[in-house]
């Protein structure tokens, strides 16, 4: 079914270059960058391209560092905590690299925490010796004094750190990370958090949190080029985190430059340039909508409580938690799978694949975790409500309720 877009959203998905046949209700995954981000991203290809060794040698370092204040005021850090990352997996498998782990030592988490968290934690089980506890959150859940008492209640003497996701992914719930941050640190326990779907989602202030590393991605809301996270360090870690894989540099550190800076700016050669362009993504975003971010985190926020309302109301299903604790996504339980994939499935999901077959991208998994299978809606300037009320339509039938 194709319908007239509204005049609005014509004028601001034209921003973008997403296939205008697609449903594309799944901004949470990968993001997906504005036409001007990418032309942004090329030209500085370009002027790379033009003499990368002068690039890399003179030019690099201080463009990094004119965006990493940009994304820092962005996110409420401060720039010479922060360094870039390819992606908040890499900034979490970073920190634990780093941790002086003891065998026997805790790591907490829930079991709504992202797959690669706990893929690096189950690696360090064989390794180092760690044990992951995993506290049970309920899904859904009525508000979240359910999530800070399930998680608290499972730190023990043992605990060396605790990991918190700002906002999950296979739930897309807000957690209370201050709470949580606040009560375990009054236990003498360090706390990362998770934060790879909070640039741009919900209004940040890194600094006030409390913990002792944040992790975050800038090409999801923040709609930078793929490629551009970053790791966040308290004052006193600084200097003590390393990359996963040291330069021919890292034993010359220059007077002028901080470790953390010289550490992971430059890895070898890579391309930088989404991590170059992040600070003017923001700002181009930004500036399509009167009253900037507030006001675009403020309409992302609605349109995906209207989308999970059709939804849930069209499919027959419940929503996954009050309003508050959705940012620009919102996610509902399903019934598990009662039919398998094809071969050469893409998704591994019989339902996701008959979605996309029907022109709607939205992700549908089975959380490993908890079992959890749930289908995850995402909303952003270029999304109209009409098009969660097609899948809601879509979900009915292919569901047959």
Known sequence: MTLAAPAEHRTLSRFWTLDPSVNFLNHGSYGAAPRAVLEAQQRV????????????????????????????SFVGAAPERLAFTPNATVSLASVLATIDFQPGDEVLINDHEYMSLANELRRLEKTRGIKVVVAPVPFPMTGPDEVAEAV???????????????????????????RIVRELAARGIETMVDGAHAPGAIPLDIESIGCAYYAGDLHKWGCSPKGAGFLWLREDLADHCEPLALSSRADTLPEHRRRLHHLFDYVGTRDCSAWIVAGEALRHVGSLVEGGWPEIMRRNHELAIKGRNIVCELAGLEPGGPDEMHPAMAAMRLPPATTQPAKGSITGDDLWDRLLARGFQQPIWTHPLNSLRAIRISAHLYNREEQYRMLGEALREEMGR
């Open 152 to 178: 608290l209640s499972r730190a023990t003497e043992r605990t060396k750190l605790a990991v918190v996701s700002h906002i999950t992914s296979p739930t897309a719930l807000i957690l209370p990370v201050e």
């Open 45 to 72: 290809i370009e002027e790379m391209e033009r003499e990368p060794v002068r690039f890399m040698l003179e030019k690099m370092l201080p463009l990094l560092d004119e965006s990493r204040a940009e994304v820092a």
